[in-house]
């Protein structure tokens, strides 16, 4: 499995929000506290996103030879 396609995909991480809010009121807990796990669970998402596709351009800019300097991207 690619993991660091899985960890940058939108769709999984919406899957996986859905399936912890879902959790939180099978188990009791309100709507609100499950739409509050759900906004955290889908910003954290994009953070591992951006990092993996970050460091996915550095390998490439490396591969090439380029410089890629924190200025620019």
């Known amino acids: 499995m690619n993991w660091k396609r899985k960890l940058s995909s939108r769709k999984f991480w919406t ?3 859905g399936f912890v809010s879902m959790l939180i009121v099978f188990f009791g807990g309100g709507e ?3 739409a509050r796990v759900t906004a955290l669970i889908l910003s954290g998402a994009s953070v591992v996103a951006y990092v993996i596709g970050e460091g996915l351009v550095d390998a490439a800019a ?3 030879g380029e410089d890629r300097t924190e200025e620019e991207g």
């Open 15 to 17: 899957a996986v929000a």
């Open 32 to 34: 609100d506290s499950a």
């Open 62 to 64: 490396e591969k090439r």
